[in-house]
């Protein structure tokens, strides 16, 4: 399962399309797809069956002897296995085509015996990575296209393997595609609260003694926060229009399940919303904090500087060294028997009037 505990997202790559001009439905194989591996789940409201390594010869062999079949393809290099799978089940190929280019946007296609789901999830956090999964579901099948190995949907493995009869193996296609669908959305609960907890720590630490690199951090969790506002968007309209529209392979029962998984959505936009806000917020105290530090420093040194330019003057004064026996007025206090004491003391003087000044205007 892809592991969640802070929020370091990308931007989903980019969207590889087939040639200008390509026939539509063209299926082509990214050259960095990973090698297709299928598992076959076949579910019945008394008993469960797993095939890992699953064959076409598998699925011919199951397909119609099991209420519900979930047919799991890991990686989309094999274009001729993703072919037959699409011949199978009588896949739109504009979806398999959808399912190859990966990047695409959340969204949900109808068509008239099966449903195309795109959603999205942070895959790796450490490599700051998103994966497309995209789940076709009818009347007795739902089949799902991954990126890669690693997914949030053991929680519904473990249910449908569970010895004792439940909900998951009693209901349809529809519902198992939406608990699949609704385990990607709970999966981004535990990044967008890591993060959370990532903001107020360093709004805490901002607040104590302001750093040049909390900056950074801040400008990297909006970055993340507005990637995941761009993924969280569409993912609430697709819930939204699944809900809305009347099929008959999506009951009515399903829906109030899928509409608390919109509810979900909904929650994790304004947890987004929230933390993009409260960045924004700390990125301008940052800004100010350090400006009314650097205002400070300026202040006390141009405080010094005053009180060091009156001292400045009288020993440039003292320092040039006049005979005064070549008159009266060529500097007398040079033959002065405490002059040098004499001339310390009303130096400090003058700076000591210089600072009880400035803390009577409250400059210091």
């Not at 979806?95 to 008239?112: H, I, M, S």
């Not at 190995?149 to 909900?167: C, L, Q």
Request: aromatic share 10%; glycine share 4%; proline share 6%.
């Amino acid at each position: 399962m892809a592991k969640a505990e802070t929020v370091k997202t990308r931007a989903p790559a980019k969207t590889r399309r087939p040639p200008v001009g390509a026939s539509p439905g063209t299926l082509i194989a990214d050259p960095s797809a990973r090698r297709s591996e299928l598992r076959l789940t076949l579910i019945s409201p008394e008993k469960f069956k797993t095939i890992e390594n699953a064959s076409i010869d598998d699925l011919n062999t199951h397909c119609d002897k099991w209420p519900v079949l979930w047919l799991d393809c890991t990686g989309l290099a094999n274009i001729p296995l993703i072919e037959e799978i699409g011949r199978i089940f009588s896949l739109h190929p504009l979806a398999l085509e959808d399912v190859v280019n990966t990047g695409q946007r959340p969204k949900v296609d109808f068509f008239e015996d099966h449903a195309f789901v795109v959603v999205r999830m942070i895959d790796d956090v450490t490599s700051h990575r998103y994966e497309q999964i995209a789940v076709f579901f009818g009347s007795n099948f739902v089949v799902t296209f991954q990126e890669r190995e690693g997914d949030p949907f053991d929680p519904v493995r473990k249910r449908i393997e569970s010895s004792a009869p439940n909900r998951l193996r009693a209901r349809g296609a529809d519902y198992l595609a939406y608990a699949l669908i609704d385990a990607i959305v709970d999966s981004y609960f535990p990044p967008i609260e890591a993060a959370g907890d990532m903001v107020d720590s360093i709004e805490d630490q901002m607040l104590h003694s302001p750093h040049k690199h909390q900056m950074r951090q801040l400008h990297e969790l909006r970055r993340d926060a507005n990637v995941l506002k761009g993924v969280l968007w569409p993912m609430r309209d697709a819930l939204a229009t699944l809900i809305r529209n009347d099929v008959p392979y999506v009951k009515a029962e399903t829906k109030i399940f899928l509409n608390d998984t919109l509810d979900h959505a909904l929650r994790l936009i304004e947890l987004v919303e929230t933390q993009r806000d409260m960045l924004t917020g700390l990125i301008e105290m940052h800004l100010s904090l350090s400006q009314a530090r650097t205002n400070d420093v300026i202040s006390y040194l141009t405080i010094v500087s005053v009180i060091f330019m009156p001292l400045t003057f009288l020993v440039g004064i003292w320092g040039m060294n006049f005979d005064p026996e070549s008159s009266p007025w060529n500097m007398p206090e040079l033959k002065a028997y405490y002059g040098y004491p004499l001339s310390l003391l009303f130096m400090a003087l003058v700076a000591f009037g210089l600072i009880v000044f400035f803390k009577w205007k409250k400059w210091l």
